[in-house]
């Protein structure tokens, strides 16, 4: 167990990462993971945090709330648990848990460490969860609506294209 050596495996961890290598940057991940010293540093929380990430990429979703999971319980710092909240959620919306990815996404939400990036991306999916799986047109056009008042409307290509299939399906 070697603090340095940790850091150096979840520094590689970040690189391939950046280069979209999930299969590298899982390598390095749980390589730091076995090396770290304890888990009450913050990079291991973070090494877990991103080895979630790349799980959910290649879909390896027990995989991925495992890790999720066990990186909320290692959390260091108040400012990564909206981040960990926001893709518990994700997890639960891609294995088809609506209920567990509403509520995690209304958590993200309330939670006011949550940065105004994830609180839209929350809006967003909370969106897509009322057309896609309750088929809720009025409700979806209120989250597009709230999710592009809440981002002034920076990102308005995701908007516009879900209320035109909103649209779509309600002259269907």
């Known amino acids: 167990k070697d603090y340095h050596a940790a850091m150096a495996w979840y520094t590689l961890g970040c690189v391939c990462s950046e280069l979209s290598d ?16 304890d888990t009450t540093v913050r990079y291991y929380s973070l090494a877990e945090q991103n080895l979630g990430i790349h799980y959910l990429n290649l879909q390896m979703l027990d995989d991925a709330l495992a890790t999720f999971r066990s990186c909320q319980r290692h959390l260091t710092s108040d400012k990564d648990r909206a981040y960990v909240h926001y893709y518990i959620a994700l997890t639960h919306l891609y294995r088809e848990e609506y209920a567990e990815a509403e509520q995690g996404f209304q958590s993200s939400w309330d939670d006011p460490s949550t ?3 994830l609180k839209g991306e929350s809006l967003l999916q909370r969106a897509k969860i009322a057309f896609h799986h309750h088929a809720d047109y009025p409700a979806t056009l209120d989250y597009i609506d ?3 008042a809440f981002t002034e409307a920076r990102y308005p290509g995701v908007d516009y294209s879900l209320r035109g299939d909103v649209f779509y399906a309600m002259a269907m």
């Open 22 to 37: 999930d299969l590298d940057a899982i390598d390095a991940y749980l390589r730091a993971l076995e090396l770290f010293p």
């Open 146 to 148: 709230r999710h592009m």
């Open 115 to 117: 940065s105004r990036f």
